[in-house]
C-alpha cells in the first residue's frame, strides 16, 4: 500500500515525526510538499473567502485552512497521477499504533474500492448508520454524521477525481467540506477504532489556528455550536432522502 505523508518544509519541529512514520508505514512513502499560505498571494486567498455553499460558513477563512486544503487537492492530484486503486494520505502530526492500525489497513485492503473515501479519524465519535465490515475489533462504517478531522484517510482513485472537480472553489475548511457530501458527491466512511492518533501537542502546535484577539475567540465559542446544529439538521435531512 502507499502512503502520502503531507509535510511543510519549513515545519522542522514535525520532521522528526515524518522520518519516524516513514519507518512504520508498511508500503512505499511519498512525503507531500504542503502548500505554504505564506507564499500565496492575498488576491489569490481571498477569493476563497466568500460563502458560496448553504449553511455559510460563519468564520472568515484563515490562510492557513485555505493553505490545507490545497495541500489535501495537491495530494488528490498525485493519486490520480500514480495509484491505480488510492492510496492512505496522512498528516504530519498524527502517531500510529501499529496493531490497531493494521487492522484498519487489512480493511482497507479487503473493502476498499476505488470510490472510497474512508476516514480514520482519531477520536472515537461517530456512531455508525451502518456497518459495512470487520476485522478483529475494527469496524468500517458509514457514520450518522461525518466527523471532523484530516489527520488520516484513504482515497480511491475515483473518489479522488470527483473531490477534485467538485472543490476547485472551497468557502470552509477542508473537513467541514467532507461533510457536505451533496457538495462533494462523496459520502465519506470511517473505520473505528482506527490506531490513529493526533499528537500535534508534541511537535510543536498546530500550524492551523493562529494567535487570535479574546473577543474574536470568543465569538467562534458562540457561533460554532449555532453553526454545527443548523448543519446537522440539513445534513440529516438530506441523508434522509439519500437513503
Not at 126 to 150: C, Q, S, T, Y
Request: aromatic residues 14%.
Amino acid at each position: 500500500m502507499n502512503f502520502y505523508i503531507i509535510h511543510l518544509e519549513r515545519d522542522r519541529n514535525r520532521k522528526a515525526n515524518v522520518s519516524k512514520l516513514s519507518e512504520k508505514l508498511p508500503g512505499r512513502i511519498n512525503i507531500i510538499n504542503a502548500i505554504d499560505g505564506r507564499e500565496l498571494s492575498e488576491d489569490y486567498l481571498e477569493k476563497f473567502k466568500t460563502n458560496k455553499y448553504f449553511p455559510p460558513y460563519p468564520f472568515k477563512l484563515r490562510n492557513t485552512e485555505i493553505a490545507c486544503f490545497l495541500s489535501h487537492r495537491k495530494a488528490w492530484e498525485e493519486i490520480i497521477k500514480f495509484e491505480d486503486e488510492g492510496a492512505v494520505i496522512m498528516e504530519d502530526d498524527v502517531e500510529v499504533d501499529e496493531i490497531l492500525f493494521n487492522n484498519s489497513l487489512e480493511i482497507i485492503k479487503n473493502y476498499s474500492s476505488k470510490d472510497d473515501f474512508i476516514r480514520l479519524p482519531y477520536k472515537n465519535r461517530e456512531n455508525p448508520r451502518k456497518i459495512f465490515a470487520k476485522h478483529n475489533d475494527a469496524f468500517l462504517i458509514r457514520p450518522k454524521v461525518i466527523g471532523l478531522g484530516m489527520q488520516c484517510q484513504f482515497v480511491g482513485v475515483d473518489a479522488a477525481k470527483k473531490l477534485l472537480n467538485n472543490t476547485i472553489f472551497f468557502d470552509r475548511p477542508v473537513d467541514t467540506t467532507l461533510q457536505m457530501f451533496w457538495v462533494t458527491k462523496i459520502e465519506p466512511k470511517a473505520i473505528l477504532p482506527s490506531g490513529i492518533s493526533e499528537i500535534s501537542g508534541q511537535v510543536g502546535g498546530t500550524s492551523i489556528h493562529s494567535y487570535e484577539k479574546i473577543y474574536k475567540k470568543l465569538f467562534r465559542e458562540i457561533i460554532r455550536p449555532l453553526y454545527r446544529f443548523i448543519f446537522y439538521i440539513i445534513s440529516s435531512y438530506k441523508t434522509f432522502f439519500r437513503s
